[in-house]
């Protein structure tokens, strides 16, 4: 499985950005997919997960009413729409697969893409 995350970029405050995470292979309808991001200096945290099925979605406090997570199956692609982006949103931003366990765990994921840098500018 091969993830590849897109669509970061530089941008000012109250600005949107709209994330991409292609995966490859077959089983990517089965499996809930999440975001996180990491800031410099910090640990990764969880953002956003949404299930196979693309009915369930969690949102991290933070994010909670600003961003949302959705799918598209046939293209085997997740989103995380980001609006009213504000500085401390800025961070790489990873998409993964989880494998089992709790959603915002990063322990829960066993692939991950290589990550896209949001920056935000106040």
């Known amino acids: 499985v091969q993830l590849q995350a897109s669509g970061g970029g530089l941008v000012q405050a109250g600005g949107s950005l709209r994330l991409s995470c292609a995966a490859s292979?077959?089983?990517?309808?089965?499996?809930?997919m999440g975001w996180f991001r990491q800031a410099p200096g910090k640990e990764r945290e969880f953002v956003a997960a949404?299930?196979?099925?693309?009915?369930?979605?969690y949102y991290a406090d933070s994010v909670k009413g600003r961003f949302t997570i959705s799918r598209d199956n046939a293209k085997n692609t997740v989103y995380l729409q980001m609006n009213s982006l504000k500085p401390e949103d800025t961070a790489v931003y990873y998409c993964?697969?989880?494998?089992?366990?709790?959603?915002?765990?990063?322990?829960?994921?066993?692939?991950w893409g290589r990550g896209t840098l949001v920056t935000v500018s106040s």
């Open positions: 292979g077959r089983t990517f309808n089965d499996y809930f």
């Open positions: 993964g697969r989880r494998r089992s366990g709790s959603y915002h765990g990063a322990d829960s994921y066993d692939y």
């Open positions: 949404i299930s196979w099925s693309g009915t369930m979605t």
